[in-house]
């Protein structure tokens, strides 16, 4: 079936440096993706949505890239801090057309001092 | 702190009890989700409503799993004669309407059935 998933579960790097985090989706009817930030024991944070419409959009440190050719989106975060470590969650928006956010199954980014 | 309220955070039950949980999304928003989160994986969806009326169910929700949204304003997620394998992180989420408007979540209600 159709779904959304993670190429990489766990990614480390150095503070300072650029992560960047991937996502697979199949569903090419999907026109609305999220990225979301969970740090242990606490729900999902919103970081940064995109739409269709879109290639790349940018906010605070964060850029979210969408590749609609092969269905691939990309989370950048620039100058990673330690406050950045957490589980990392693309979702696409459109599931039979009830529009419920679909998750994969996470990254794990690990930023070392 | 989203805006998204879950009470409790945290429940340890005996396997047969009942449990409820509560959720209450950020005001005005119509759509209100729950998700059920297990270690290691994403929020799996359970349920979702459109003001007060459950529009869909996934093939989680089992027969002893009903939720509620009365008023369209809260909702409550109740485990019947609860098993170990409920065991999972809770989640609620809300949005303005659905379609392409972004989910908020809340805190979680972590379940434990021992």
């Known amino acids: 079936g159709e779904s959304v998933g993670l190429h990489l579960p766990t990614l480390s790097v150095q503070e300072g440096d650029n992560s960047i985090i991937n996502c697979a989706y199949s569903n090419s009817a999907s026109d609305y993706f999220i990225w979301y930030k969970q740090e242990s024991g606490k729900g999902p944070q919103f970081i940064i949505d995109i739409r269709s419409n879109m290639d790349k959009r940018q906010g605070q440190r964060v850029t979210v890239l969408l590749n609609k050719t092969v269905k691939h989106l990309s989370l950048q975060i620039a100058a990673t801090q330690p406050g950045d470590s957490a589980v990392y969650f693309c979702?696409?928006?459109?599931?039979?057309?009830?529009?419920?956010?679909?998750f994969g199954r996470g990254t794990s980014l690990i930023v070392h001092p | 702190d989203t805006g998204v309220s879950q009470d409790p955070r945290h429940k340890i039950t005996k396997r047969g009890q009942n449990v409820t949980f509560r959720c209450d999304p950020i005001s005005e928003h119509n759509r209100l989700y729950w998700y059920r989160q297990t270690l290691g994986q994403g929020p799996e969806f359970l349920t979702y409503?459109?003001?007060?009326?459950?529009?869909?169910k996934s093939r989680l929700l089992s027969d002893r799993f009903s939720a509620e949204r009365p008023k369209g304003s809260f909702s409550t997620l109740e485990i019947q004669r609860t098993e170990q394998g409920d065991s999972a992180m809770y989640l609620c989420?809300?949005?303005?309407?659905?379609?392409?408007?972004?989910?908020?979540f809340g805190q979680g209600t972590r379940l434990t059935v021992v």
């Open positions: 989420a809300s949005s303005l309407s659905g379609g392409q408007d972004e989910a908020f």
């Open positions: 409503f459109q003001n007060e009326a459950q529009l869909e």
């Open positions: 979702a696409e928006n459109f599931t039979g057309g009830s529009y419920i956010p679909t």
